[in-house]
C-alpha cells in the first residue's frame, strides 16, 4: 500500500525535470517528464483509501489524459493534439468534482462571489490573449472555458471549514489555471525568463494537490 509520504518519489522525478529544464538537457526529460502522471496513478491505484470505484476511474481517466498531454507536447509541432487531451482531462476532473459535491451532503452551497471573480479574470484573460491567438483561438478559449468550471467545481465540492484537505485540491486548481496561463502567455504573447521552469513547478504542484486532497479527503470520509 501507498501512503503520503511514498509521494516523495515523484517530488524527486519533478526536481529531476526542472533540474533539467535549468540546464538545457531537455532531450532527457523523454525520461523524467512521463513518469510524474504515472507516478500519481500508482499513488491512486495502491493508495490505502477505500475510494469508490465509480470515483477512482474518473481521476485516473483525468491523469490518464494529462500524462498523454505532457507526452505530446514535448513535441512542438504537437501543442493542439496536447491540448486536446488536457481539454479530456479537465473534463474528467471536473467530473470527478463534481460526484463529490453531489455526494457531499448535505450539497455544498453555490459560492457566487467567486463565481463571479473567477469568470471576470478568464474572460479579462481570454480578451487579452485574443488578439494573439490566430487560428488556435477557438481551441484555445474552449481550453479556457474547461479551467473555469475546474476551479469551480473543486470549489463547490468540499465543506472547507469541516474538510480541510479540500484547500490542497482547490489550490491544484488553482495552481493549474497560472501554469496554464504562462504557457499561452509564453507561447503567443512573449516568452519570459525562467517561464518554462514556472510553468513545471506551478503544473507539478497543481496535480500533486489536485489528486492529494481528493484521496485525502476520502481517507477522512470513510474513517469516520
Same mark, same amino acid.
Given at each position: ?7 516523495v518519489?515523484?517530488?524527486?522525478v ?10 538545457? $538537457? ?6 523524467t517528464?512521463?513518469? !510524474?502522471?504515472?507516478? !500519481? ?5 495502491y %493508495? ?7 470515483? $477512482?476511474?474518473?481521476? /485516473? ?5 494529462? +500524462?498523454?498531454?505532457?507526452? *505530446? ?11 486536446? @487531451? ?14 463529490? $459535491? #453531489? &455526494?457531499?451532503?448535505?450539497?455544498p ?7 463571479? !471573480? ?14 494573439? /491567438?490566430? @487560428? ?7 481550453? &479556457?472555458? %474547461? ?5 469551480q467545481?473543486v ?9 480541510? %484537505?479540500?484547500? #490542497? @485540491?482547490?489550490?491544484?486548481?488553482? /495552481?493549474? =489555471?497560472? +501554469? ?29 494537490? *489536485? =489528486? #492529494?486532497? @481528493?484521496?485525502e ?5 470513510? &474513517?469516520?
Amino acid at each position: 500500500m501507498f501512503r503520503p509520504k511514498h509521494l516523495v518519489i515523484y517530488f524527486l522525478v519533478l526536481l529531476a525535470d526542472i533540474l533539467l529544464i535549468a540546464f538545457g $538537457r531537455e532531450e532527457y526529460r523523454y525520461a523524467t517528464k512521463p513518469l !510524474l502522471m504515472i507516478l !500519481l496513478a500508482v499513488y491512486v491505484l495502491y %493508495t490505502n483509501v477505500k475510494m469508490p470505484r465509480s470515483f $477512482r476511474i474518473f481521476l /485516473l481517466l483525468a491523469l490518464f489524459f494529462s +500524462s498523454l498531454g505532457d507526452d *505530446l507536447l514535448l513535441f512542438e509541432n504537437l501543442f493542439l493534439p496536447g491540448l486536446g @487531451s488536457f481539454f479530456i482531462a479537465q473534463v474528467m476532473y471536473c467530473v470527478f468534482f463534481l460526484k463529490i $459535491r #453531489y &455526494s457531499n451532503l448535505p450539497v455544498p452551497l453555490c459560492r457566487y462571489p467567486y463565481i463571479f !471573480l473567477n469568470a471576470v479574470v478568464i474572460i479579462l484573460f481570454i480578451l487579452f490573449l485574443l488578439p494573439y /491567438l490566430g @487560428s488556435l483561438a477557438v481551441p484555445v478559449i474552449a481550453y &479556457s472555458i %474547461t479551467l473555469f468550471f475546474l476551479v469551480q467545481c473543486v470549489l463547490h465540492a468540499f465543506h472547507f471549514r469541516r474538510q480541510p %484537505t479540500g484547500w #490542497y @485540491s482547490l489550490a491544484g486548481a488553482i /495552481l493549474f =489555471v497560472i +501554469s496554464d496561463a504562462m504557457i499561452a502567455v509564453g507561447k503567443f504573447y512573449h516568452p519570459f525568463p525562467g517561464g518554462n521552469i514556472l510553468v513545471m513547478l506551478t503544473y507539478g504542484f497543481a496535480q500533486w494537490g *489536485l =489528486v #492529494y486532497g @481528493s484521496t485525502e479527503y476520502f481517507r477522512v470520509k470513510i &474513517s469516520r
